[in-house]
């Protein structure tokens, strides 16, 4: 494991799904300017979250927004963590993160293995079931500097998926992630906190809240927000993982 600099990348999502693709990919290019290797979008970065979106928004794979991706991974010569789009595929319909390398070769495509089906009396009623298709493999691919290990959002909440990701090697998980503020404050954080102890680092994405779907915001190592950030944002963090190891280490029991 090597040294690196990583982006994560907060949008605005309008209704257009061509300005959202374009606005992800200049800040794309922003990030790699500040340095950063890899680089991630947020849950549905172009196309608003919800299931009554989902079939008007999918697309194939490869298709217009990655082919948007490809490129432009390839024309800053990093590692492109795509979030998640609504994705078709044989009259199904998936969330799904796919990831390009340096040459814009797409590298690995995630489906959410755990759909998001919750009901709360009063506060929150959803069901991502209703639209979408589980995922059913596990996804990771190889940089120079760590194998990553991906989920989606509510796949965050399953100990054993990270579990199986730390055995086969990765030293570092991405989960883009559009969490509420219902279920959020409850657990999301301290599923987030617990994770880095088993020997990885795990960050999340985020993205607008102006939307009926309001969403729990987090950055990566632990530090929580709280408070609404602006509708975008450009995160760039230096990551070292021995002293992340380090660190760990030192609170297990």
């Known amino acids: ?83 998640s789009i609504p994705e078709e595929d044989s009259g199904k319909l998936y969330n799904t993160c796919a990831v390009f390398g340096p040459d814009g070769a797409l590298l690995v495509k995630h489906r959410k293995i755990h759909l998001f089906d919750i009901d709360v009396p009063g506060k929150i009623t959803f069901q991502e079931s209703k639209t979408l298709s589980p995922g059913d493999s596990f996804s990771t691919f190889d940089t120079p500097y760590c194998r990553v290990g991906l989920g989606i959002c509510y796949d965050m909440r399953f100990a054993e998926l990270a579990q199986i990701y730390a055995q086969r090697g ?43 779907y309001i969403f729990w915001m987090l950055t990566p190592c632990q530090i929580v927000c709280k408070y609404f950030l602006p509708y975008w944002r450009l995160s760039v963090y230096s990551i070292d993982y021995f002293l992340c190891h380090v660190s760990c280490r030192s609170l297990l029991v």
């Not at 008007?56 to 492109?80: D, F, M, N, Q, R």
């Not at 987030?192 to 009926?212: E, S």
């Open 170 to 212: 990765c030293q570092l998980l991405v989960y883009p992630g559009a969490f509420n503020l219902t279920t959020g404050p409850a657990h999301w954080e301290l599923l987030q906190r617990g994770r880095p102890f088993q020997n990885f680092i795990v960050w999340f994405c985020y993205r607008d809240f102006r939307v009926a």
């Open 1 to 83: 494991f090597s040294a690196f600099r990583l982006a994560l990348i907060q949008l605005h999502v309008s209704s257009i799904k061509s300005d959202n693709v374009t606005r992800a990919c200049r800040f794309v290019q922003e990030a790699a300017k500040q340095g950063a290797k890899i680089i991630s979008l947020p849950e549905c970065f172009n196309s608003p979250y919800g299931t009554k979106y989902f079939p008007e928004y999918a697309e194939k794979i490869p298709g217009e927004s990655t082919h948007k991706l490809s490129e432009v991974a390839k024309e800053c010569s990093i590692y492109l963590i795509g979030g």
